[in-house]
């Protein structure tokens, strides 16, 4: 079972167990270089020149030169300073020999796109083909167009590349400017599958991409043919239109059964104040339908223990393509509060696609005063909305705390069925209100007997939560969410709550994103 693969994912990750040879964490000091080691590690210096041969004492003017001179094993030094340079790491390490680009031990590094060209589909830094590449510690920035047709990039990984690390860069002012009605593209990071052959292994952590213009694209995309990734501890903030995106059904790759994302973790990111209505799009010139996480058309992925806020929409198991629907992923142990429009979003668009959300979980998570605009029809979304073709989705054990006068859940239609909704606690310091295919309720029975389900649900009581002013949504020991939730199994509610806590103890399980 898929569920069964993606918890020996995330349990071997909490165990600090590497996916694979290129994967190691910030937390492990990296091994003592030996003589030999030193004499492959290569030296990259602003008053360096490309005729030397990139010893310490004789670097390399350029990244570029040094990339050039790269074998398996080695390590490209970068000295401080801001390189205006485009970068292609297209050489490959081995397992046992990772090729490793860096700054020099406590010196800033900047790739800068300052005054450098764009002709269509380009980024200040391509990983093309290759394996086995760590690229650490980087800041990625100013680089900009205006002209009709270019798509811009910070950070491009793609054809089929394997056992990459991107970690603790920065990635910032990646932007397309041209007009909004010329439609505009680009990304901080962007993952995208488009060969036969998938991107695999691939792990983008610690990152922090920020004030990207990306128009009607996103600030850290995963696209096309990628089959086992992580997306961890990442912090996207102040971006266009949608924060972490992972797709199908898009022109990412030509083969159809190829063109979706499978098999990965979006775990531990901050994702906040994205914004929509500065981009193309012209839907969301009046309403900022942006969502912070967004899983689209993709399958098999988890998404845990991340917190969203100030963004249009929180997190998204959406399809905007037909025959694409979003399938069986979970979402749970997430923080999802004071966005614009719903806290989570699942089925098709109205009006636009049939591709639903199918054999999906949202359980374990915490939503706070969402909705704090009306949505496109002029309606409450809810924090919880189901749109079109839901099926078989389970929804459970999720704090639902909504603003006054607001929607704990909007089902809009009568598509989809068999949606489980139970052990969810809901509160509000005003009138209860759900809207079920299109009916208002405002009384516990009725919405009950309508659903014929969420029996075992809490009604009216205040969740307890430690701070709602500092944004703290642990409990206190009063809170009657504890203890109260319905476990699954560690497979479904995962391992560990938002706060690192253990997520169960004998099988007993809190409502929302804290054990405690």
Same mark, same amino acid.
């Given at each position: 079972?898929?569920?069964k693969?993606?918890f020996?994912?995330s349990?071997?990750?909490?165990?600090g167990?590497l996916l694979?040879a290129a994967?190691?964490h910030?937390?492990?000091p990296?091994?003592?270089?030996?003589?030999?080691?030193?004499?492959?590690?290569?030296y990259?210096?602003?008053t360096?020149n490309?005729?030397?041969?990139?010893?310490?004492?004789?670097?390399f003017r350029?990244?570029?030169r040094?990339?050039?001179?790269?074998?398996?094993?080695?390590?490209i030094?970068?000295?401080?300073?801001?390189?205006h340079?485009k970068?292609?790491i297209?050489?490959?390490g081995?397992s046992?020999?990772?090729?490793?680009?860096k700054?020099?031990?406590?010196?800033?590094?900047?790739i800068?796109?300052?005054?450098?060209?764009?002709?269509?589909?380009?980024a200040?830094?391509?990983i093309r083909?290759t394996?086995?590449?760590?690229f650490?510690g980087?800041?990625?920035?100013n680089f900009?167009?205006q002209?009709?047709?270019?798509?811009?990039?910070?950070?491009?990984?793609?054809?089929g590349?394997?056992? $990459?690390?991107?970690?603790?860069? @920065?990635?910032h002012?990646? !932007?397309n &400017?041209?007009?909004?009605?010329? +439609? %505009?593209?680009?990304h901080?990071i962007?993952l995208?599958?488009?060969?036969t052959e998938?991107?695999?292994?691939?792990?983008?952590?610690?990152?922090t991409i920020?004030d990207?213009?990306t128009?009607?694209?996103?600030n850290?995309?995963?696209n096309?043919?990628?089959d086992g990734?992580i997306?961890r501890?990442?912090?996207?903030?102040n971006?266009?239109n949608?924060?972490i995106?992972?797709?199908?059904g898009?022109a990412?790759?030509a083969?159809?059964?190829l063109?979706?994302?499978?098999n990965?973790?979006i775990?531990?990111?901050?994702v906040y104040d994205?914004?929509?209505?500065?981009?193309?799009?012209p839907?969301f010139a009046?309403?900022?339908g942006?969502?912070? $996480?967004?899983i689209d058309?993709? @399958?098999?992925i988890i998404? !845990?223990? &991340?917190s969203?806020?100030?963004? +249009? %929409?929180?997190i998204?198991?959406v399809?905007?393509?037909?025959?694409?629907?979003t399938?069986?992923?979970?979402?749970?142990?997430?923080?999802?509060?004071?966005?614009s429009?719903a806290?989570?979003?699942?089925?098709?668009y109205?009006n636009?696609?049939g591709?639903?959300?199918?054999?999906?979980y949202?359980v374990?998570n915490?939503?706070?005063?969402?909705n704090?605009?009306?949505?496109?029809?002029d309606?409450?979304e809810?924090?919880?909305?189901?749109?079109?073709?839901?099926i078989d989705n389970?929804i459970?054990n999720?704090?639902i705390?909504?603003?006054p006068n607001s929607?704990f859940?909007?089902?809009?239609t009568n598509t989809?069925?068999?949606?489980?909704?139970?052990?969810?606690?809901?509160?509000?310091?005003?009138?209860d209100?759900?809207?079920?295919?299109?009916k208002?309720? %405002?009384d516990?029975?009725?919405?009950k007997?309508?659903?014929i389900?969420?029996?075992?649900?809490?009604f009216g009581?205040?969740?307890?939560?430690?701070?709602?002013?500092q944004?703290d949504f642990?409990?206190?020991?009063?809170?009657?969410a504890l203890?109260?939730g319905?476990f699954?199994?560690?497979?479904?509610n995962?391992?560990?709550?938002?706060s690192?806590?253990?997520r169960?103890?004998a099988n007993r399980?809190?409502i929302g994103?804290?054990?405690?």
């Amino acid at each position: 079972m898929i569920f069964k693969h993606l918890f020996s994912l995330s349990y071997a990750l909490l165990q600090g167990v590497l996916l694979c040879a290129a994967c190691s964490h910030a937390d492990h000091p990296e091994p003592i270089q030996t003589d030999s080691a030193i004499q492959k590690s290569r030296y990259v210096s602003l008053t360096g020149n490309d005729q030397n041969k990139g010893t310490e004492s004789k670097p390399f003017r350029t990244i570029s030169r040094a990339l050039d001179a790269i074998s398996a094993g080695d390590t490209i030094f970068v000295r401080e300073g801001a390189y205006h340079e485009k970068l292609l790491i297209s050489k490959s390490g081995s397992s046992a020999k990772l090729i490793t680009i860096k700054p020099y031990p406590n010196e800033a590094v900047a790739i800068d796109g300052e005054g450098l060209s764009i002709s269509g589909t380009e980024a200040l830094v391509t990983i093309r083909n290759t394996r086995f590449i760590q690229f650490d510690g980087f800041e990625i920035r100013n680089f900009k167009t205006q002209d009709k047709g270019n798509d811009v990039n910070g950070i491009i990984i793609d054809q089929g590349s394997k056992n $990459i690390t991107v970690r603790n860069n @920065r990635v910032h002012h990646i !932007e397309n &400017n041209a007009s909004p009605q010329d +439609g %505009r593209s680009g990304h901080g990071i962007l993952l995208i599958g488009n060969t036969t052959e998938a991107l695999q292994d691939i792990i983008v952590e610690d990152n922090t991409i920020h004030d990207c213009n990306t128009g009607y694209s996103e600030n850290l995309t995963i696209n096309g043919y990628v089959d086992g990734f992580i997306i961890r501890r990442n912090k996207v903030y102040n971006g266009e239109n949608i924060g972490i995106v992972a797709a199908g059904g898009y022109a990412a790759n030509a083969t159809a059964n190829l063109n979706y994302v499978r098999n990965g973790l979006i775990s531990q990111n901050e994702v906040y104040d994205i914004d929509g209505r500065t981009g193309p799009i012209p839907a969301f010139a009046q309403h900022n339908g942006a969502i912070g $996480i967004y899983i689209d058309g993709a @399958r098999d992925i988890i998404v !845990e223990r &991340n917190s969203v806020y100030r963004c +249009g %929409r929180g997190i998204g198991l959406v399809s905007e393509t037909d025959n694409f629907p979003t399938r069986d992923c979970i979402v749970r142990n997430n923080e999802v509060y004071n966005n614009s429009l719903a806290g989570i979003s699942l089925g098709g668009y109205l009006n636009y696609t049939g591709g639903g959300t199918l054999n999906c979980y949202v359980v374990n998570n915490t939503l706070f005063h969402n909705n704090i605009d009306k949505g496109y029809f002029d309606e409450i979304e809810g924090e919880i909305r189901l749109v079109e073709n839901c099926i078989d989705n389970i929804i459970q054990n999720n704090i639902i705390a909504a603003r006054p006068n607001s929607v704990f859940i909007h089902k809009y239609t009568n598509t989809g069925a068999s949606n489980a909704i139970d052990y969810n606690l809901y509160f509000s310091t005003g009138e209860d209100q759900w809207i079920w295919n299109g009916k208002v309720i %405002r009384d516990q029975q009725t919405w009950k007997s309508t659903l014929i389900g969420d029996t075992h649900a809490i009604f009216g009581q205040d969740p307890g939560f430690i701070s709602t002013t500092q944004a703290d949504f642990g409990l206190r020991d009063s809170s009657p969410a504890l203890d109260k939730g319905n476990f699954i199994s560690q497979a479904i509610n995962g391992v560990l709550d938002l706060s690192g806590k253990t997520r169960s103890e004998a099988n007993r399980i809190a409502i929302g994103a804290f054990q405690k």
